[in-house]
C-alpha cells in the first residue's frame, strides 16, 4: 500500500522510513523497506525501489531510478575517516541498478559525485572522492578504489578493478576483466590484465558524431603517442607543433601533462 504526504505526487510505501529532514520533489515514489537518511534531497520524479537505503547527507537528482538493493551516501571506506560530514551529489536521469554501493567523500575534497545520464550497473561500487562526469556506463561489478576520475561517456566492461587516484579520459572505452592500475587517455580503447590500449575507439567516436576531421587528428595524435620512439615529452612538443588545434586534441594532450599515476600504453 502507498501513502501520500503533502508534497505533490510524492508516494512512499508504508513500510519505508524517511528521515524528517529528507526533502522529496514532486512524483518522487519511495518503494516498500527503503531507508531514506538525514540531510538527504531527492529531485522531482525519482524513484526507488524495495530495500534502497540512502543513509545521509546525499543529494539524487531529478528522474532517476535506484532499484532493488541499491545503497547510497553510506561512510567511505578510509582508515583516515573519522566522522567529517561529507557528500554523495547524483545528477539528473542517473539509473543504479541492483546492489550497487555508493560511498560519500571525505575531506580530501568533501563530496563523491556522479553525473546526469550515468548507468550503473549491478555490483558497481563507487569509491570516495571519485568523479564521474556525464554518460558514462560502469558494467557490473565494477569496482574502484577512492579518488578514481572518469570522464563523460566513458563506458567501462564489467568486472574491472579500477586503482584509486586513477583517470579514465572522456570517450574511452575499458573491456571487460581488466586491471587498471594506470590512467587510460581519452578516445581510446583498452583492455586486459595487464591491460593495454588498443588504437581509438573509433566506433564510439563515430557513433557519437565526431567528425572525420577531428577522427583524423586524434588517430595522428594517437601514432606520436603510441606508434612512435618518442617519449611522452617529445610527443607532447611535436603534437602540438604539428597538430590543428581543436578542443579534443587538447583534451588528449592536457590529459597526458596532468597524469599523476602515468598513462597505460
Known amino acids: 500500500m502507498l501513502i501520500s504526504p503533502h508534497q505533490s505526487g510524492v508516494e512512499i510505501h508504508s513500510t519505508a522510513l524517511v528521515d524528517d529532514s529528507a526533502e522529496l520533489g514532486d512524483g518522487v515514489s519511495v518503494g516498500p ?3 531514506i537518511g538525514p540531510g538527504v534531497v531527492i529531485g522531482a520524479g525519482t524513484r526507488l525501489g524495495p530495500h534502497v537505503l540512502i ?5 539524487v537528482g531529478a528522474d532517476c531510478v535506484l532499484h532493488k538493493g541499491a545503497v547510497l551516501g553510506t561512510d567511505p571506506q ?4 573519522s566522522g567529517e560530514p561529507t557528500r554523495l551529489i547524483v545528477g539528473d536521469r542517473t539509473v543504479i ?3 550497487a554501493t555508493l560511498n560519500r567523500g571525505t575531506t580530501a575534497i568533501g563530496f563523491t559525485s556522479v553525473g546526469s545520464d550515468c548507468l550503473l550497473m549491478a555490483y558497481t561500487h563507487v569509491a570516495h572522492d571519485c568523479q564521474l562526469g556525464d554518460h558514462v556506463i560502469l558494467s557490473n561489478s565494477v569496482n574502484m578504489g577512492g579518488h578514481v576520475v572518469i570522464g563523460d561517456w566513458a563506458i567501462v566492461g564489467g568486472v574491472t578493478a579500477i586503482h584509486q587516484f586513477v583517470r579514465i579520459g572522456q570517450h574511452a572505452f ?5 586491471r587498471v592500475a594506470k590512467d587510460i587517455p581519452p578516445f581510446v580503447k583498452a583492455a586486459g590484465s595487464p591491460i593495454q590500449l588498443y588504437g581509438l575507439n573509433g566506433v564510439g ?5 565526431f567528425s572525420e576531421e577531428v577522427r583524423r587528428e586524434l588517430k595522428k595524435a594517437y601514432r606520436l ?3 612512435s620512439s618518442y617519449n611522452t615529452s617529445q610527443a607532447l612538443a611535436r603534437a602540438r607543433d604539428e597538430l590543428r588545434t581543436m578542443p579534443e586534441i587538447e583534451a588528449f594532450l592536457s590529459f597526458f601533462e596532468a597524469s599523476g599515476r602515468g598513462v597505460t600504453a
Open 55 to 59: 543513509e545521509r547527507d546525499t543529494v
Open 33 to 35: 523497506f527503503s531507508i
Open 78 to 81: 578510509d582508515l583516515k575517516y
Open 97 to 99: 541498478r541492483e546492489y
Open 205 to 209: 567516436l563515430q557513433r557519437r558524431g
Open 225 to 227: 603517442f603510441f606508434g
Open 174 to 178: 575499458v573491456g571487460g576483466a581488466s
